[in-house]
C-alpha cells in the first residue's frame, strides 16, 4: 500500500500546473542531454517538482505566491542538507522563455554553473566535508 507522500506526490501529479506540463515535456524521457528526471520526488517532508537524482538536482517551479516566501527558503535549506542542489524558477519565466530556463538547467547539470546566485535562484548543495 502506498504511503501518504506517495499518494499526494501521485495527486499532484494529476493537478500540474501550466509550467509544470511545459517543462515536463522537455524533461521526460531523458529528453534534455539524455539526463533522467522524475517529478513530484519526496525529499523528506517535501515533495520536489522535478529531480535529477543522478545529478542531484532539484527543479521547483513557483507561481506568484511563492514571492518573499520563507518557507521556500526553509524548504531549499532542507533540500539542500539532503545533498541536492536547488533551482527555482517562476512560471511565467519557463512559459515565456522556456529555451533560456532549458539552458540554465543543462548548465548546471554540466556543471558549468556552480556557484550560488540570487539572480538565477541556483542554491548548490552543500559540499561534502572531508
Not at 57 to 71: P, S, W
Request: charged letters at 35%; aromatic letters at 10%; hydrophobic letters at 35%.
Amino acid at each position: 500500500m502506498p504511503n501518504s507522500s506517495t499518494q499526494f506526490a501521485r495527486a499532484l501529479r494529476r493537478n500540474e500546473t501550466d509550467a509544470e506540463k511545459v517543462l515536463w515535456r522537455e524533461l521526460r524521457n531523458r529528453n534534455l542531454n539524455g539526463f533522467k528526471f522524475t517529478r513530484q520526488y519526496p525529499i523528506g517532508p517535501f515533495i520536489a517538482d522535478f529531480a535529477c537524482r543522478e545529478k542531484t538536482l532539484v527543479i521547483e517551479l513557483d507561481g506568484a505566491q511563492h514571492a518573499d516566501n520563507m518557507r521556500d527558503m526553509e524548504r531549499t535549506r532542507y533540500i539542500n542538507s539532503a545533498g541536492f542542489s536547488v533551482i527555482r524558477f517562476w512560471n511565467e519565466e519557463v512559459l515565456r522563455e522556456r529555451e533560456d530556463t532549458l539552458e540554465t538547467i543543462v548548465a548546471i547539470l554540466e556543471e558549468r554553473l556552480t556557484d550560488l546566485c540570487e539572480i538565477t535562484r541556483f542554491y548548490p548543495r552543500k559540499p561534502e566535508i572531508q
